[in-house]
Nanobody, 115 residues
Framework: EVQLVESGGGLVQAGGSLRLSCAASGFTFGDYAIGWFRQAPGKEREGVAFITSGGSTNYADSVKGRFTISRDSAKNAVYLQMNSLKPMDTAVYYC?????????WGQGTQVTVSS
């Protein structure tokens, strides 16, 4: 069974940093790209950062230069380092993997950035 468990969210002041973690299990971690998404109240879920099985990364324009995605195959984990946080980054953050025809999501972790 594919499982994704996010952690590391919290309340931080604007300009601060947080590091999110996504612990993965139930699939061959090293074979799949992993993505971080976020959903703010009243808005659609949007992609934030992606990392391929080979370690190539891609970011939404809104987070480029501030967020860094990385993966640790020894721990089956993906991380999202978020620096220079802004109130607009407030959202529930989810990690995602597509295995076969299925998209799997974690339960999400809340990030709140106060001004």
């Amino acid at each position: 069974e594919v499982q994704l468990v996010e952690s590391g969210g919290g309340l931080v002041q604007a300009g601060g940093s947080l590091r999110l973690s996504c612990a993965a299990s139930g699939f061959t971690f090293g074979d799949y790209a992993i993505g971080w998404f976020r959903q703010a109240p009243g808005k659609e879920r949007e992609g934030v950062a992606f990392i391929t099985s080979g370690g190539s990364t891609n970011y939404a324009d809104s987070v480029k230069g501030r967020f860094t995605i990385s993966r640790d195959s020894a721990k089956n984990a993906v991380y999202l380092q978020m620096n220079s946080l802004k109130p607009m980054d407030t959202a529930v953050y989810y990690c995602n993997v597509s295995v076969g025809s299925h998209r799997y999501w974690g339960q999400g972790t809340q990030v709140t950035v106060s001004s």
